[in-house]
């Protein structure tokens, strides 16, 4: 790690305090982040001091993405967006090497194929539910004409 990386590194409670005061939401952001940062390989322990320190634009992409509500919190230095970035030719090879590689055109067709099938069955999953609803709402109307023809008021 050389310097530059160093200079980067903030405390994850100051941080944290500086985007809210509610200690549960800090308590929240503290826990979630933390294995957000383990499970992908991103925190760094102090061992002098036993506090993390991370990465600043890891953490306020991180909060950006997980905690919409805290964007206006976030300093300004670290409120700008990805696209406000230096282009040369390392960036270009970084997106070219993030993009899904298919090994056949028919593996890319499957792959639209079996997407298209999740959304065919969210849809058809959702039709049921608005059906349930409406059967559900016409036995509640019937229920509540029956209240009123026999004269009970309903339970508060």
């Known amino acids: 790690m050389d310097v530059e990386d160093v200079a980067r590194l903030i ?7 500086k985007l809210t005061t509610d ?9 979630n982040y933390k294995y957000h940062a ?18 600043a634009k890891q953490f306020y992409d991180w909060v ?3 905690f919409p509500l805290l964007k206006a919190n976030i300093p300004e ?13 390392q960036n270009a090879l970084h997106a070219y ?7 056949t055109l028919d ?15 969210l849809k058809n999953t959702i039709e049921e539910h608005k059906k349930t609803l409406a059967e559900v709402k016409i036995k509640a109307d019937k229920w509540d004409r029956w209240i009123k023809e026999k004269g009970y008021s309903r339970v508060k």
């Open 97 to 103: 090497a993030l993009t899904p590689k298919f090994s």
């Open 11 to 17: 405390p994850l409670n100051g941080a944290i305090r």
């Open 38 to 55: 383990k499970k992908n390989v991103l925190i760094l322990k102090n061992n002098k001091t036993e506090y993390y320190q991370v990465d």
């Open 107 to 121: 593996e890319a067709e499957q792959i639209i194929q079996d997407q298209a099938d999740e959304i065919r069955d």
């Open 77 to 89: 230095e670290h409120r700008l967006t990805a696209f406000q970035v230096v282009f040369n030719s």
């Open 23 to 31: 200690l549960k939401l800090r308590k929240r952001l503290h826990d």
């Open 64 to 66: 950006k993405q997980k």
